[in-house]
């Protein structure tokens, strides 16, 4: 297979990861809001895939983090193409086994861990300083973040409110969570849909047909924006039941707590061009509003199953893509 004919089968298969990104990490934005009957499935979902293509036109920070801050653009043609190929079906692979158990794993670090696995594979260089800046210490620090931060706005909630009955406080809430809703599935797309472009741009630095200095042309970000936005519009039915149900029974309240903290952590990494986890941050949001509640009203089994397979994420995309990118080498040469 020609060089150019592997940069089309490498941004067709981003843009294939982009799809189960959406429907994958869907429940992110909504879940809250459709177990606490905020919103109905269907209207969350359209208002979900809307607000993800205006996030991921706002800012390109985050893509050229992962187009070039985790590994250099490799320079041996149609070599460095096997190795982001490989990545991205590492990435496909892990989205779908978390996504068939109805776990809500990262696909952020699963594409970053795709990308080192199929570097080290290939023998690339790997930029480990901005693994470990970029990468690792925001997805540990991020959850932690949201989880005290939603702790503590659910208990200033609780405090401001307490005098409201409930009745009229829960039916404010449920008009407070379309828009933290909305706020939420934006922040997704300033993150989210920006690791496709940062990966299809690096396609096209590798294949000659980009600058490396050269910023993210407009048709990869609205291919990107429009592939996630379809993807979040079919749903992720499996992830919403738990993120929305089974970590804690969410009130109008706790919900709109939930993803207005989600939110501000997602932006704020986003201006800093840090690639996190919108996964992680509202799951420990949703932890954080629980604990409020008291200790036990948090699910910590089904918790820490999540937990598991955050940890997993990374070496678990890597391993698989390295076995791709050795199957795409034996079928090359």
């Known amino acids: 297979m020609g060089p150019t004919a592997l940069v089309v089968v490498i941004v067709v298969v981003a843009l294939a990861f982009d799809f189960t990104n959406g429907f994958h990490d869907s429940a992110n934005a909504i879940a809250t809001s459709i177990s606490t009957r905020a919103l109905t499935p269907r209207i969350a979902l359209v208002m979900a895939a809307v607000f993800n293509v205006v996030g991921a036109l706002i800012s390109t920070k985050v893509a050229k983090t992962v187009g070039s801050g985790i590994i250099p653009p490799p320079t041996h043609g149609t070599a460095g193409l096997e190795v982001v190929l490989a990545a991205l079906l590492g990435a496909i692979v892990w989205n779908l086994i978390t996504w068939y158990f109805g776990l809500p794993s990262s696909s952020t670090h699963a594409l970053i861990g795709g990308l080192v696995g199929a570097a080290l594979a290939a023998a690339e260089t790997i930029h480990w300083s901005g693994v470990v800046d970029k990468v690792v210490i925001p997805m540990v620090v ?190 090359a040469s």
């Open 142 to 331: 991020s959850p932690l973040i949201g989880f005290g931060l939603a702790y503590a706005f659910m208990v200033a909630l609780l405090w401001a409110f307490r005098r409201v009955t409930a009745h009229r406080a829960q039916r404010g809430f449920r008009t407070a969570q379309i828009v933290s809703a909305a706020a939420m599935s934006f922040g997704h797309g300033t993150q989210d849909a920006q690791k496709t472009m940062g990966v299809i741009a690096l396609t096209l630095v590798v294949s000659g047909h980009l600058s490396s200095s050269a910023g993210i042309p407009l048709w990869v970000i609205l291919a990107s924006a429009g592939s996630i936005a379809a993807g979040t519009y079919s749903g992720g039915w499996r992830i919403m039941r738990t993120l929305g149900r089974r970590i804690y029974k969410l009130t109008p309240a706790s919900g709109f707590a939930a993803q207005t903290v989600a939110t501000g952590v997602l932006l704020g990494n986003a201006s800093l061009g840090l690639p996190v986890s919108t996964t992680h941050v509202i799951t420990a949001s949703v932890m954080g509003v629980g604990a409020t509640r008291r200790v036990s009203a948090v699910r910590w089994g089904v918790a820490g199953n999540i937990v598991f397979a955050w940890v997993l994420t990374l070496p678990a995309a890597g391993a698989v893509a390295a076995g791709c990118w050795g199957v795409i080498h034996l079928i």
